[in-house]
């Protein structure tokens, strides 16, 4: 949600942002509805002025023994309160049209951010890591997969349909092992707090962190009118809804390994095949809270802790900022971790760590009483895959994979696989 004073006093500025999104220019759409809502408001008010006067002279009217004069008055405050609460519907529905307005205008991008159209446009900030060499044709990960008999596409398409999948055995271990592995990462090394949210929220949370109205199609909706979370961002970012932290409190640092689901699942006829866009996926997240002059900084640690968990499982990657026109709807910077998948021959993301500013924080009304000064300030809001479970299962099937069809098992995991150290179509677990 967009600041309408600061809309007001920054027109050129406000539309320059969204322009460099590919967005049209929106303030003075805005601006005439402010006007008509102030209007309104200065209306209302002098009307609840002629209400007192009214009221007061009624009472001397009284006082007075003039029955005529206080009957009129008595008629002309009735009219007034009348006219009044009708007013206050009007105003209701001006702040309504605002707040619709601005529910559907992207954040603004940061100044450094790079100016560009589509993913084509991103910068790449850095690689990390040796691509593996083959002397054999790799192969893409479903194949592994179902070579390994613990893969099962056929069987979830039985039960749910497309772009689901059954893991079996030391596969749905390995899956295991991984969010296991990323959650205790974050908590003893990065100082992040576990959480277990909810995976069923209301409106006003997805609305909080930008998924409605935008983005309801996007969504699973339930009977009783919740929503099945897209990613543990919503939870975690709405723990501090509707509160006034102290600025001691900040940063705020939490993660959660949840199940996430999405009805859009990619560009159609894209990843059809195998686990890179599916309904129904595993994430570890991050979510911290922060001070808005501490916000970018706090951007580049949540950019590493993720980058140390592709580290330590020894995955090449590499680090692209988006531009302008490939960010999400509510970031202000995003950087993308991208992991090397040799069965495709192509860097896919893995990662996305984005800084909202103040952009939900408002949506949520979350905010904080600054140590020095009166008054009370929004809160930024920042978040970040640590990483994609499934995408992680999928790298390390491909960049560790043998010509047998067989798996090594990254080091850091096999403490959490039983000390086993290789897959093959016979491994039991």
């Not at 900084?297 to 968990?309: S, Y």
Request: net charge negative; with cysteine; charged share 30%.
């Amino acid at each position: 949600m967009h600041d309408i004073r600061w809309i007001r006093e920054n027109p050129d500025a406000f539309d320059n942002g969204l322009k460099k999104r590919g967005e049209a220019p929106r303030s003075q759409e805005i601006g005439v509805l402010d006007d008509k809502r102030r209007a309104h408001v200065a209306l209302l008010q002098s009307i609840q002025e002629r209400r007192n006067a009214s009221s007061r002279e009624i009472a001397k009217a009284k006082a007075g023994k003039d029955e005529a004069l206080a009957r009129q008055l008595i008629d002309e405050v009735a009219k007034l309160k009348s006219e009044l609460q009708e007013g206050e519907d009007r105003e209701r529905a001006l702040n309504a049209d605002m707040e619709r307005l601005l529910a559907t205008i992207p954040n603004l991008p940061l100044d450094d951010v790079p100016v560009g159209a589509d993913e084509s446009d991103n910068v790449v900030l850095h690689i990390h890591g040796e691509k593996p060499v083959f002397d054999f044709e790799p192969k893409e990960h479903f194949d592994l997969g179902e070579g390994l008999g613990c893969m099962d596409f056929e069987t979830a398409a039985r039960l749910s349909g497309s772009r689901f999948v059954v893991l079996r055995g030391p596969l749905a271990r390995l899956e295991r092992a991984l969010a296991q592995f990323m959650l205790d990462t974050h908590t003893d090394k990065h100082g992040y707090t576990e959480v277990a949210p909810p995976l069923l929220v209301r409106d006003d949370v997805m609305f909080g962190t930008g998924q409605l109205p935008k983005f309801a199609d996007d969504q699973f909706h339930t009977e009783d009118g919740r929503w099945l979370i897209p990613t543990a961002e919503v939870p975690l970012t709405n723990l501090v809804r509707e509160s006034v932290l102290a600025e001691a409190d900040l940063p705020i640092r939490v993660t959660a390994g949840t199940y996430c689901f999405r009805l859009e699942a990619g560009a159609a006829g894209r990843d059809t095949r195998g686990m890179l866009r599916q309904h129904q996926f595993y994430k570890v997240e991050m979510v911290s809270i922060a001070h808005p002059e501490h916000s970018s900084k706090e951007l580049e640690r949540m950019r590493e802790c993720a980058e140390e968990i592709l580290k330590q499982l020894e995955l090449p990657y590499r680090v692209v900022t988006l531009c302008t026109g490939d960010m999400g709807f509510g970031a202000r910077k995003t950087y993308d971790l991208e992991v090397w998948l040799p069965g495709q021959n192509t860097y896919r993301e893995i990662s996305s760590c984005s800084l909202c500013g103040d952009f939900q924080a408002r949506r949520m009304n979350a905010r904080f009483r600054p140590d020095q000064g009166k008054g009370l300030s929004f809160v930024h809001t920042l978040n970040g895959s640590g990483v994609a479970v499934g995408r992680a299962l999928v790298a390390v099937l491909e960049n560790y994979q043998h010509a047998d069809g067989s798996v090594t098992i990254p080091n850091v995991l096999r403490p959490y696989m039983g000390c086993l150290e290789r897959l093959s179509a016979a491994t039991e677990i």
